[in-house]
């Protein structure tokens, strides 16, 4: 019974220890019952209600803020209204995000992170993590196909950030006055990136002082995959601008399309007029893990710099994304600034592993543990099953669409990766010419459904237009839970939301 106790009665509290034991035990049946919960399929992905309802409060769960302490019963009610209320990501029918799933052993490393609280800037605080970090680093370098005595990374708070650190670094490679006199000191800089590609480019040059319109976006075929032309034909028509191409962005995985761009033809294109090539590998990365499947990935060893999300493909509890620079001791020489209350370098250790001022941040979360412990637990091998299941989900999804007549796929092709694109054509439509009557319909197909959905809370899929596709359904498998009965289910469930 915690009705008359609060938080000044727990740890560090002297004779605090029995009720922090009790409390935490408690939590943790809310959370045991909110993940059982998660896996059951009668239960629902969401409870959904609109930010003004939330606001407001709803059965006694209040957001505000009180001005006197709260009991700890009340504490635990606001921990269980919180997952009640939330989306349940880890349930077998969220097809919503890159992200998605609940991995046990990701979880552990997660509260075991919490628990240990501490700072990844220096090894003075953080011995074992910084090296399991730099263990990690390493691992994903040689699976990217660098050799031993190249490579380097940080762990950073997800993919636009790692996508970020790939410019800043290429641009100091090139320009290292940009550090210190800034972009006055240098010339116009010009970034290609596909048409397909995430809009953290674009993003990044903006944050960087670069100008988003300074970013090329280069044409990709029907599938998104950059075409190699264009993307000469672009440094071309930056070039007679008067501007200094510097930076590529190739991705391993679009976000929409799932598409692979053709690393090799991109790196011979980046060899030759002396271009940084990135590789956006944030969803895609995954795939390096699976012998069925890194091959889609081949020429990626090129690349002078990656990111990886293993919060993505891989099930780690988000966050957990990672940049990797092939060139040594280039993300220190760019971010370092050599604090002297935290950069000591007369330490009584090794200071190389005071790996902190490779960072764009000071304080840094703990991201690595949870993937070191789930390497641990499931092995190279367990993360390529994984991602092999998740692929064959797809390939199953698609072969149910082409099977069906009310569902029209956005290309044929079959999907690279788990990506698969698709409308639902509502009987209303079925008998109009393509044309843009139809197309305008069909836009209010998708976010119509979408809202039934939610408010049903039955599942929960994603939809966007892309360039001159009208809203379209993309469905992504990153969550091993998911099985091809959730599939029939999904397919099912569009189909009855958009009967009318
Ligand atoms: N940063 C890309 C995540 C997008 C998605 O989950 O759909």
Same mark, same amino acid.
């Given at each position: ?19 922090? %034991? ?73 097809? $919503? ?9 990701? @979880? ?23 090296? &399991?970090?730099?263990?990690?680093? %390493? ?18 708070? /997800? ?34 990136? *596909? ?8 993003? *990044?040059?903006?944050?960087?002082? &670069? ?31 008067? @501007? ?19 690393? $090799? ?58 940049? !990797? ?47 070191? @412990? ?26 149910? !669409? ?40 069909? $836009? ?9 959905? &939610? ?11 892309? /360039?001159?596709?009208? $809203? ?29």
């Amino acid at each position: 019974d915690f009705s008359s106790i609060y938080s000044k009665d727990l740890l560090p509290t002297s004779g605090g220890e029995a009720m922090t %034991r009790g409390f935490l035990q408690e939590l943790v049946n809310i959370l045991m019952g909110y993940i059982s919960k998660s896996n059951q399929r009668s239960s629902k992905v969401l409870d959904f209600h609109h930010p003004h309802q939330l606001m407001e409060g709803l059965e006694g769960f209040s957001l505000s803020l009180p001005e006197q302490p709260e009991t700890l019963e009340q504490i635990l009610v606001d921990c269980r209204d919180t997952l009640k209320y939330g989306v349940s990501t880890g349930h077998p029918r969220f097809f $919503n995000q890159l992200s998605s799933g609940l991995d046990v052993i990701g @979880l552990a490393g997660e509260w075991l992170t919490s628990t240990a609280n501490t700072n990844m800037f220096t090894y003075e605080v953080s011995p074992v993590f910084i090296l &399991m970090e730099d263990i990690l680093l %390493r691992k994903m370098q040689s699976i990217v196909g660098w050799s031993d005595d190249e490579g380097d990374g940080i762990f950073c708070p /997800g993919g636009t950030i790692s996508n970020l650190y790939s410019i800043l670094v290429a641009r100091f490679h090139f320009y290292p006055e940009v550090k210190t006199r800034g972009m006055g000191a240098l010339p116009r800089l010009a970034l290609f990136t *596909s048409q397909h590609s995430h809009y953290s480019v674009k993003k *990044s040059a903006a944050v960087l002082g &670069m100008g988003s319109e300074n970013v090329f976006v280069v044409k990709c075929d029907e599938r998104g995959k950059m075409i190699p032309d264009e993307l000469e034909s672009s440094i071309a028509k930056a070039k007679n601008k008067g @501007l200094v191409p510097f930076y590529v962005n190739a991705t391993a995985g679009t976000t929409v399309y799932g598409a692979f761009d053709p690393f $090799n033809d991109i790196a011979d294109i980046c060899h030759r007029h002396t271009l940084w090539m990135h590789v956006d590998a944030a969803w895609g990365g995954g795939l390096l893990m699976s012998d069925r499947h890194r091959t889609k990935l081949q020429g990626i060893e090129r690349a002078s710099s990656v990111t990886w999300n293993p919060h993505k493909m891989m099930g780690v509890p988000l966050q957990c994304s990672a940049i !990797l620079v092939k060139m040594k001791g280039l993300l220190q020489e760019c971010n370092e600034l050599g604090a002297e209350y935290l950069f000591q370098t007369d330490k009584p250790y090794d200071v190389s592993y005071d790996t902190g001022d490779k960072s764009i941040q000071c304080g840094r979360h703990v991201d690595a543990f949870k993937l070191w @412990l789930m390497w641990k637990a499931k092995g190279s091998e367990g993360f390529g099953s994984q991602i092999n299941k998740c692929l064959e989900n797809a390939e199953y999804l698609y072969d149910q !669409l082409q099977r069906r007549t009310d569902f029209e796929l956005v290309f044929r092709h079959k999907p690279e990766h788990s990506n698969v694109c698709f409308w639902y054509i509502p009987p209303s439509l079925r008998g109009l010419p393509p044309g843009p009557e139809r197309d305008s319909r069909l $836009n209010q197909v998708a976010p119509q459904i979408k809202g039934r959905m &939610m408010e049903k809370g039955s599942v929960m899929i994603g939809y966007q237009p892309l /360039g001159d596709k009208v $809203n379209f359904f993309r469905c992504v498998f990153s969550n091993p839970a998911t099985q091809q009965e959730d599939i029939d289910f999904l397919l099912d469930e569009i189909a009855w939301l958009g009967h009318d």
